[in-house]
């Protein structure tokens, strides 16, 4: 491809998709590429048997104006839903609907993503994992290892993935200060586990269908079925999405799936215990999913980070470690290279 595009966008997550949008609502071409076989990163939903499971991000709230307005926007069109409100704050914080995606989180990114596919000037592809970028000229040069796609050239570029992994695609000549700070941001894993039960295990949840128990291995536990995101099948009466807590999943990453599922369902089982279900094992299909770079642990109060001229990060290390501080990094990133283009 001889083509040179505007922006190169690298990372189909929320931040990625969110910048596209903005870019191209702009006028501007935008390539973007994601490793992953579907758009969303770390918002993401995998069926599993006939059962689905939100696998990272559990919800999203909205308060900043332009991200309330996308997900409104992707309400009406049906890609997500009301999940609850949550109580009043000490602080006299108002009611905050927290929303889901209809069919799982990921129908969001997929909503975002859908929204920019007639566009002539936005290529997505997934499937394509980035592995340099260099300075060519007055232009940027992207290699991937996509057999079928050439390198890549643009004239902005914008790097959405967890710091760490952004920081690995850049040639030793971008070192610099601003690297520096970049390359001391870290990140807590999370380990987890998804779980089919054919009983459904009752006094574990609240209403909504989730909680957060008190152990120190688990931090959250949802049942997607009560959650509204999988429907109950004959042999999947919950389908539960448990989440280690930080410490866990820093002690156990480096383990094999199969003593991290031994290690998880014992937790999992006393947090159960009383509910007729024994072990996640015995109950039904069990899967996991790691999350190295699950959340950001500090994140900068800039909104994207500018590694060398029209060479941006963005993503939610910049503008809070949510599904809305991706978007407003995005959406804050992309307004920056518009910017610079004009003056
Ligand atoms: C377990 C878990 C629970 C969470 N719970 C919540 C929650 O309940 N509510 C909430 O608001 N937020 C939650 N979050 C956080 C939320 O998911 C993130 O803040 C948000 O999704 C980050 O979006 P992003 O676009 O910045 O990054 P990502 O979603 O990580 O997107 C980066 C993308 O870059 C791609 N990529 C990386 N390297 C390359 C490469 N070399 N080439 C091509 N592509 C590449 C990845 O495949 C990925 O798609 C949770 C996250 C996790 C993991």
Redesign the pocket.
């Known amino acids: 491809m001889d083509a040179v595009w505007d922006v190169a966008i690298?990372?189909?997550?929320?931040?990625?998709?969110?910048a596209a949008r903005e870019l191209r609502h702009a006028g501007r071409s935008v390539l973007v590429?994601?490793?992953?076989s579907r758009?969303?990163?770390?918002?993401?939903t995998r069926a599993v048997g006939g059962a689905r499971f939100d696998?990272?991000?559990?919800?999203?709230?909205a308060l900043a104006p332009e991200f309330v307005a996308a997900v409104e926007a992707a309400h009406h069109d049906g890609a997500v839903a009301h999940w609850y409100d949550r109580a009043p704050r000490r602080d006299g914080h108002r009611n905050l609907a927290v929303w889901r995606g209809a069919d799982g989180?990921a129908a969001l990114?997929r909503w975002l993503a859908d929204s920019l596919v007639d566009a002539d000037e936005v290529a997505i592809h997934t499937g394509?994992?980035?592995?340099s970028v260099a300075q060519d000229g007055g232009r940027y040069r992207l290699t991937?290892d996509a057999p079928d796609l050439p390198d890549v050239h643009a004239r902005s570029v914008l790097l959405?993935?967890?710091v760490p992994?952004?920081l690995?695609?850049l040639a030793p000549s971008f070192e610099s200060t601003a690297t520096a700070e970049l390359a001391e941001f870290t990140y807590h894993p999370?380990l987890?586990l998804l779980v089919g039960l054919s009983e459904f295990p009752v006094g574990v949840f609240n209403e909504h269908g989730f909680r957060r128990p008190d152990s120190p291995a688990i931090e959250?536990i949802a049942d997607n079925v009560t959650k509204g995101v999988s429907t109950a099948a004959e042999d999947v009466a919950a389908a539960l999405t448990v989440?280690s807590s930080a410490t866990f999943a820093v002690e156990h990453l480096s383990h094999d799936d199969s003593s991290v599922i031994d290690a998880m369902s014992d937790a999992l089982r006393s947090v159960m215990s009383g509910t007729g279900i024994r072990d996640s094992r015995d109950a039904g299909r069990v899967q996991l999913?790691r999350?190295r770079?699950?959340?950001?642990v500090e994140f900068c109060a800039d909104r994207y980070a500018e590694v060398a001229p029209r060479l941006l990060m963005?993503?939610?290390?910049?503008a809070?470690?949510?599904?809305?501080?991706?978007?407003l990094?995005?959406l804050n990133a992309a307004r920056r290279l518009i910017a610079e283009a004009v003056s």
């Not at 690298?10 to 969110?18: C, D, I, R």
């Not at 758009?39 to 993401?44: E, K």
């Not at 394509?128 to 592995?131: H, P």
């Open positions: 690298v990372g189909a997550g929320v931040a990625g998709l969110s590429l994601d490793k992953g758009v969303g990163g770390r918002v993401s696998t990272g991000a559990q919800f999203f709230t989180n990114p394509v994992r980035v592995t991937a959405t993935p967890p992994q952004a690995e695609l999370c987890a959250w989440h999913k999350w770079y699950a959340r950001p963005a993503g939610d290390t910049f809070g470690p949510r599904v809305e501080g991706a978007f990094s995005g």
